[in-house]
C-alpha cells in the first residue's frame, strides 16, 4: 500500500477501542476543560468510565459495626481492581482532599502535569497545521475538540455528588472488601469521607438529551476520519503524532496514578501484604477487630459451634 493511501486512513486511530480517556475520567471522577485538549484513541469513549468495573459491586463489611453490604460506586470499584492482587491484603486510606500532605498533592500535580503536556502538545500541532495552511487537518482536529468539549460538559452535568447516606462526624471506620480472584482490601478513614467514595454513585443517569448528544459525538467520531483523509500528507503526520503522543503521555499518567480522587475524597495505597490463606487473614483481622460476626457473614470463617450467628447471612 502506497505510503499517501495508507496516511488516509489516519483518522481512524481516534476511534480505535481504547479506554485512556475513560480511566482519567474514572481516576478523578470528573472531567476538566483542559481535557478537551488530550487528543487520543478512544476519546469518543469517555463515557465506558462508568463501566470499568464490569459489573463487579464486591461485598463489603465494616469491623467496627459488622455491617455487611456492598460497595455500590463503580468508579471506586474499578481503582480497587487496578491497584489490588491476587492472594494479597491491599491498605488503604481515605481523607478529605483539603487535609491531604503536600507529597500527595505534588504526585497528583506529576500526573495533572503530564495531561497538561498532552493538552500542549494538541495546540503545537493545530500551530502546525495552521503554518501548514492545511484546512481539511485543521477541521479533523477542531471535530476532535468539539467531540471533546461536549463530552466534558456532559460528564461534568452528570456527576452526582448529592447521596452518600446519613452524616456521622467524628466517627472512624475499618472496611473489608472482597473483590473477586481473591483480591482483598483494607479502607480507614473516618465514615463519612468511607461513605462518600463507596455508597451511591458518582454519575447519574443520562437525560434523553444527553443521550442524544452522546450519540452524536459518536457520529461525528466514526464521521470526522473522512476529513482526515482529504489532508496533505504533512498535516496527516502530524495528526499522528499527536493521537499517538498524547495516548502514550495519558496511558504514562493512568499508570502513574495511584490514587482516586472523587466528591472531594482521596483514596490512597498505605501498603500491601501477601498472605498464603485466606484464613489466616481472616484470623489476623478478627483479632485486630476483636470481632468475628463480619467475617462469618461474608462467609470467611463458619461460625461457632454453640455461638450466635450474624442475622443477615452472607452477602456474596
Known sequence: MPL???LSLVGLLAVADLDLVAWRTALTATSTWLDALVLCPGLHRQYEAQHLAHGEFPACAAMTTSFVFRVENPATVAYLQKISRTGHLTDLTVCDLRNASEAIHAATGITDGIVSIAAASTIAAISILIYLADTWALAYVAT?????????????????????????PGVKGDLFILLSYDRWVRIKGDVDDLKAITSGRWLREATPLEEAGLGATTLLAWGAPILAAAASQTGQLTIMGVLLGNAKLLGWANVRTDVLRMKGKMLRIVGQRKYERRRVLAEELIEESGRDDWAVAMALMPPKSGASQYAGGAVM
Not at 148 to 158: E, F, V, W, Y
Open 4 to 6: 499517501a493511501d495508507a
Open 144 to 168: 476532535l475538540i468539539l467531540i471533546r468539549l461536549l463530552n466534558t460538559a456532559m460528564i461534568r452535568r452528570q456527576v452526582d455528588i448529592d447521596w452518600h447516606g446519613a452524616s456521622e
